[in-house]
């Protein structure tokens, strides 16, 4: 698989202090998990390129960051353009070395709030995949988050850093770190935890698990910038019902 190296990845290329991410193993990356996660390789206008991260929610839905699906930065091939909204995405799960036995998927529809990015903190949204992969990788299960009843959970970050790629950022790799949660902001729907990621994995699940399942109950968005604190957006209530009617929305 071929992938282009990218200028505006570049703009916000940085290092990870104190780094205490694992690299997946190939012999793990096929199974669930990690085969569920994969590499999102988003293209805006003007042939600007971008590589994320999204999780599989279902058959053919990926969870992913909403600034994925609508990034209001400047577009660097044409700078007096917003990047706006992808013209196209294509999802490789399990990805490693630029390998995945599962192949390449594209996307038919994305969804993300309508008032996002005014409103920041609304940072998800999905892809619904013309293909459905998720019968061969598996797929995590969405979770409104209960802190009572999740908090006490030891949570995982799982994705594609552009900092621990090689060759230009042309190979690319899953990188998994765990931990516990700092804090949460209910009014917010935010999740700050100390568990490390970087650029590229933005759009990543905070996910644990329970009795051999995996659950996702936040999306990552962002990284503090002394790498001490990382946010994921929510799956509260709210956005768990609006992720399920844009998933209605696509059947019809």
Same mark, same amino acid.
Not at 58 to 65: D, M, P, R
Not at 209 to 215: G, L, V
């Given at each position: ?14 290092? $990870?202090?104190?780094?205490?991410? +694992? ?26 390129? +971008? ?11 990926? @969870? $992913? ?6 990034? +209001? ?8 353009? @917003?990047?706006?909204?992808?013209? +196209? ?5 399990? @990805? ?8 390449? !998927? ?24 013309? =293909? ?15 802190? =009572? ?8 970050? !799982? ?10 950022? $042309?190979?690319?790799? %899953? ?19 100390? /568990?490390?990621?970087?650029?590229? %994995? ?14 996702? /109950? ?23 019902? %609006?992720? %399920? ?5 696509? =059947?019809?």
């Amino acid at each position: 698989m071929e992938f282009p190296p990218s200028k505006l990845d570049k703009i916000s290329y940085r290092i $990870t202090s104190n780094d205490t991410r +694992s690299k997946i193993p190939p012999e793990k990356i096929s199974s669930i998990p990690y085969s569920a996660i994969g590499l999102l390789k988003v293209t805006y206008p003007h042939e600007t390129v +971008s590589y994320r991260t999204g999780v599989l929610i279902g058959e053919n839905i990926v @969870l $992913t960051a909403g600034h994925n699906l609508y990034d +209001s930065r400047s577009n660097p091939n044409s700078t007096l353009e @917003l990047l706006g909204s992808p013209v +196209s995405i294509e999802f490789y799960p399990g @990805l490693t070395e630029n390998k995945s036995k599962f192949g390449k !998927c594209t996307s038919k529809k994305i969804y993300f709030p309508k008032n996002y990015p005014n409103k920041h903190n609304e940072d998800y949204g999905i892809i619904i995949l013309n =293909e459905n992969i998720g019968k061969e990788t598996g797929f995590f299960n969405l979770k409104i988050f209960n802190e =009572e009843e999740d908090g006490n959970n030891i949570f995982y970050n !799982c994705g594609y850093p552009l900092n621990r790629t090689t060759n230009n950022n $042309t190979t690319f790799y %899953q990188y998994e770190d765990k931990g516990n949660l700092i804090k949460v902001e209910e009014k917010k729907g935010v999740i700050i935890s100390g /568990i490390k990621s970087s650029y590229g %994995q933005s759009g990543a699940g905070l996910f644990f698990m329970k009795d051999n399942k995996y659950y996702v /109950i936040g999306v990552h968005v962002a990284s503090s910038f002394d790498d001490t604190l990382f946010y994921a957006t929510m799956i509260n209530k709210k956005r768990y019902e %609006q992720i %399920q009617n844009w998933i209605k929305d696509a =059947e019809n």
